[in-house]
């Protein structure tokens, strides 16, 4: 890796200070980070580190949800009895990413920061837009197996590589951020990554020398919740597709059905209307095949990654059919 | 007795067996165990050498072409920066194994995107793998470099084996199969990156490397270098994974030690984790039809395997995937061919089990087929076509336990040999099902030297350039010595990986346990001899246990103070064409296929093995689960992708190059098949490294259909394959 200055934040107002400075990068668990830089795709002049700030508390919150502190680590978190009570979608979408370890070091912030796994990206050796703007996509006309089908741009088909997000996302979890000048604002989950359209090397909407304090989860809602990731390996693979569903039935009808997707798109892909479209009827294959049609509706591949099309389609009926009871 | 013998004559004497010690062929703990799981086994980059400067690779960015200046100005001038290396000596590949002789030279001449070229050495390692990241390279770059094994001409390779009229015979069979299976690369993806540290003195230069065979590395590195063998000494103690990939000297250890003589410094090179896989050599990918005929009673009448590999221009090695094709199944008619396609991918060399590892997936699934085509149990139609002799060339099989590992495998598994159809059973989202399939390995061995030394104080010391790749070399070592010499294994001192020691066979091909220990038998059948005189009785009648003569003189008042010391040397002799020699065996694999995405996971897997005589039953069982593991990864996820555009292999670490994880492997079951094959070792040992691989993938794959009724004709069978074929 190259030389980089070592500052070690002691508070989230000196954090902000020190996250200002020219091509400044917050450090917390380095579960990613540390690799791109060894690989030199991150290159840095500076790492502040953050882990001394505080910020690691998970706390009830007033209108009965939950508050995750941005340096709480994603094994604390999936290990919180609210999580695992009124949550479980999240606890599960955090077990089943990357390792023990791993977890054990990984943060909320930092893995909503989480950068993608596109071979491209991870080659400085290899085009890629979104390491190097203008350099042109590797991924487009080579190896697009585990890269988007929904959301993609001419510049970049990569996707987000994360778990945790996804369930965040179908929970609408709300990003507290704050900025160098201890100016503060919220975004919602689902608006926090970005589709890479043609600035794919902004991942998300943090803005220079901002950073994420934490993130809330609203009061806990009724219905089954599931999350399912399709890998080829059981464990430590990125998933090929993976769903985070909260469903709620009344008598037979589906009276909720909030939904993310991991894998198929270049942030958590969460579309109002596959909701829309299953509230209100009655579980089965066809209706959730009309599912199907609205989440892919727009759906393209590129070749190699055409398979996730119909994956997509049958882990939808799998989820659903879990979620309702449906016999499919 | 001469402690020399070429094996000309089987050995059906089996001396191991009436040995009164009886430690050989238990379940002895390796003897290094607490050393590596205390991380005190010093691995070749863990060497501390005072001084010592640290080197990374550059690897080039074109596919092929030449280097035409290095700009070490580029970096020069970058703290710590030390030396550019890129000195003509410098090598592009590795050599392939038993090369004996420097591989692909000068490493400026480029055959595929990645592969080193240069070295930057620097104080330290970040500064160094920093500066490698900024060197300024100017290369002559070729157009239309071929890296798709499809689109070339492929070359026909020697070999071929055509006999009767096969065509006709699948017209006339009344079942006939007519398959084609395709095998991605693999790669060895060794946890211990491949390393050396190398130290020049002013003549003679030391290298601490990671390397399988140092009988044949000594001469590789001498030659690379231009040193005589006798200015050099190689030290590989503990081997942290080889899999085929440290068979051969590689471009790490030429590079050390070419930065070593020129700097007068150690110098240290490890690869870094993205290099090894990029640039250590590939299993190649694989092409196979099948064209099987049979009669009524499912006899083979017609016998066709043809393949097609690939592998660089110039390079000698091509996937031997016939190898065991030849003389598994019976079937008067034959055609067995193999073609190479020239392509720009990283060199294709041996993999654990090259040949087998997926020439025998390919041809069980092709049986599966053949087995429901015939409405026959898929043990029944094996049991059918096992041969008497070799089907193509009439010599007989040294020893044959395919029948035995059959059956006692079917029964330790709970095989039904009832009617078998799809998706007979479902557990909720998850269809079950069973499969199996024949495993067969081809025995080597080769010629190898060890010294025994019975010391005085009645300890023995066995010596030997041999090396241990993690699969127990140590221990068997001691096992043997001490069921001749009468010892306990903790009296018996193992020292191998270094070339001050005699040659040993190396490890690869499963060959080192067979070769090495026959060669410490023979030390000790001459030590023996010695003592009997002493003991004054005949060496047959000497029974030595604990120690002494059973029921006389202990063996420190026999040495009397002084060291006796034998060396053995075996060499294979004409019976390695007199016989076809082979370990056997059979997997049995219950999977469980998700109805709605594909995904397959193995639920519980049965390997029965016969190789002769088992050395060490806790670390033979332990190659078969590694062996069975390695095809569950062929099987579900080992893929190498290269890319289209310029050949780099785009997943190049192990987050992406999908190896087994723990939660993929379920209880396996071993089963050892009792069997002593004379003519395969003085020990009546076969090797077992690798046949744990040779077939297990297709028993996964058979599995599958018979779970879900997806037939899949492409290995890895990943979810999206096993969906696409999936019925409604």
């Known amino acids: ?328 | 007795m001469s402690a020399y013998l070429k094996q000309d004559e089987p050995d059906n004497v089996n001396r191991l067996d009436h040995m009164r010690q009886g430690v050989l062929g238990t379940d002895a703990s390796r003897i290094e165990g607490l050393l590596k799981v205390t991380g005190t086994a010093p691995y070749a980059a863990e060497y501390q050498l005072d001084d010592c400067l640290e080197g990374v690779l550059v690897t080039a960015t074109i596919s092929k072409g030449e280097v035409t200046a290095i700009d070490a100005d580029s970096v020069l001038s970058m703290p710590g920066v030390v030396a550019v290396i890129d000195d003509p000596s410098l090598t592009a590949r590795a050599a392939q194994g038993t090369a004996g002789e420097a591989p692909a030279q000068p490493a400026r001449e480029v055959g595929y995107f990645g592969q080193p070229i240069a070295l930057v050495v620097a104080e330290s390692f970040e500064q160094a793998r920093d500066a490698s990241k900024h060197l300024k390279v100017s290369y002559r770059a070729d157009d239309d470099v071929a890296f798709d094994p499809e689109a070339v001409e492929a070359e026909p390779q020697d070999g071929a084996t055509s006999q009767g009229d096969l065509a006709h015979a699948m017209k006339e069979a009344p079942f006939s199969v007519d398959v084609t299976y395709t095998t991605e690369g693999h790669s060895s993806a060794a946890m211990e990156p491949h390393a050396a540290i190398a130290q020049w003195d002013g003549d003679t230069l030391t290298v601490y490397a990671s390397l399988q065979m140092l009988n044949y590395n000594i001469s590789e590195l001498a030659d690379s270098l231009g040193l005589d063998e006798d200015k050099l000494r190689l030290v590989s103690r503990y081997v942290g994974g080889g899999f085929g990939s440290k068979l051969g000297v590689s471009e790490e250890t030429v590079a050390a030690s070419v930065a070593a003589m020129e700097l007068g410094r150690p110098v240290r090179v490890a690869m870094l984790r993205q290099q090894v896989l990029q640039c250590i050599m590939r299993r190649s990918e694989t092409r196979q039809r099948f064209r099987l005929a049979a009669g009524e009673d499912g006899k083979l009448t017609g016998f066709g395997h043809e393949a097609r590999v690939s592998n660089l221009p110039g390079e000698s090695f091509a996937e031997p995937v016939l190898q065991s094709s030849h003389f598994l199944y019976a079937g008067e008619n034959r055609e067995l061919s193999m073609e190479v396609a020239r392509i720009h991918r990283m060199t294709a060399g041996s993999v654990r089990a090259p040949g087998e590892a997926v020439g025998m997936p390919a041809l069980e699934c092709a049986m599966d087929v053949l087995a429901e085509k015939c409405g026959l149990d898929p043990v029944e139609l094996r049991l059918r076509n096992i041969p008497d002799r070799h089907p193509a060339n009439g010599t007989p099989f040294s020893s044959h336990k395919l029948a035995e590992c059959l059956k006692q495998g079917a029964e330790a598994f709970g095989w039904d040999s009832g009617p078998r159809s799809p998706r007979h059973t479902r557990e909720g989202e998850w269809w079950v099902g069973t499969g199996m399939a024949s495993a067969a390995r081809v025995h080597n061995v080769g010629e190898a030297k060890a010294r025994v030394t019975l010391k005085a104080d009645g300890t023995a010391l066995v010596e030997t350039d041999m090396t241990d790749i993690g699969t127990g070399t140590y221990t068997i070592l001691a096992q043997t010595v001490g069921e001749m010499l009468g010892l306990p294994v903790a009296k018996v001192l193992v020292e191998l990986g270094d070339t001050h020691h005699p040659r040993g066979p190396g490890s690869g091909g499963s060959w080192g346990a067979a070769s090495i220990c026959s060669a410490a038998y023979l030390a000790c059948l001459a030590l023996r001899e010695t003592l009997a005189k002493r003991a004054d009785v005949a060496e047959e009648k000497l029974e030595l246990k604990d120690g002494a003569v059973v029921g006389g003189a202990s063996l420190i008042d026999l040495l009397d103070g002084r060291d006796l010391a034998e060396e053995g040397h075996y060499e294979p002799g004409d019976i390695a064409d007199d016989f076809t020699a082979s370990g056997f065996g059979a997997f049995f694999a219950r999977v469980r296929v998700n109805r709605f995405t594909g995904e397959t996971r193995v639920e519980h897997m049965t390997g029965a093995f016969g190789f002769g005589r088992v050395l060490n039953t806790k670390t033979a069982r332990s190659q078969c689960l590694g062996g069975m593991t390695w095809s569950i990864g062929a099987a579900l996820t080992e893929a190498m992708l290269f890319d289209p555009v310029d050949g780099h292999l785009a997943n190049c670490d192990l987050a992406e190059y999908h190896v087994p994880v723990n939660r993929d492997v379920p209880d396996l079951d071993v089963v050892f098949v009792e069997e002593r094959d004379g003519a395969a070792s003085p020990i009546q040992a076969k090797g077992i490294g690798e046949l744990g691989m040779c077939g297990g993938a297709g028993a996964i794959a058979n599995a599958i259909y018979n779970a879900c009724g997806a037939r899949v004709f492409e290995f890895p069978m990943t979810p999206d394959k096993v969906l696409a074929a999936m019925p409604d």
């Open chain 1, 1 to 328: 890796m190259r030389p980089f200055d070592y500052q070690r934040a002691e508070g989230i107002d000196h954090a902000g200070q020190l996250i200002a400075a020219e091509n400044a990068v917050a450090i917390a668990g380095g579960t990613n980070l540390l690799d791109l830089m060894k690989l030199q795709v991150e290159t840095p002049q500076t790492l502040v580190d953050v882990n001394r700030i505080g910020h690691a508390e998970i706390e009830d919150s007033d209108d009965g949800g939950l508050w995750i502190g941005a340096l709480a680590t994603n094994t604390d978190t999936a290990v919180h009895p609210r999580v695992k009570a009124d949550y479980p979608v999240l606890a599960r979408a955090i077990l089943a990413g990357a390792t023990q370890q791993l977890r054990n070091r990984a943060t909320t912030g930092g893995n909503l920061c989480q950068r993608t796994r596109c071979y491209y990206f991870t080659n400085i050796d290899q085009p890629c837009n979104k390491r190097d703007p203008g350099s042109g996509c590797g991924a487009i006309d080579g190896i697009a197996r585990l890269h988007a089908v929904l959301g993609t741009s001419d510049q970049c088909i990569a996707t987000y590589p994360g778990d945790m997000a996804v369930a965040l996302s179908a929970l609408d979890a709300t990003v507290h951020i704050t900025s160098a000048h201890g100016k503060a604002r919220t975004v919602p989950v689902r608006d926090f990554h970005r589709l890479p359209g043609h600035t794919p090397w902004k991942d998300n909407v943090l803005e220079p020398g901002e950073l994420i304090t934490g993130v809330s989860l609203p009061a806990p809602v009724e219905g089954t919740q599931i999350y399912r990731k399709v890998r080829e390996r059981s464990s430590y693979a990125f998933a090929l597709c993976s769903i985070a569903a909260i469903v709620e039935m009344d008598g037979d009808k589906i009276a909720r059905a909030d939904l993310a997707f991991g894998g198929l798109a270049h942030k958590p892909w969460h579309d109002p209307e596959v909701g829309e479209v299953l509230v209100g009827q009655k579980p089965g294959a066809k209706l959730f095949d009309k599912a199907a049609d609205v989440l892919l509706r727009d759906a393209r591949g590129y070749g190699e990654n055409d398979f996730k099309i119909p994956l997509a389609r049958r882990t939808l009926a799998a989820v659903l059919a879990e979620a309702t009871g449906a016999e499919l």
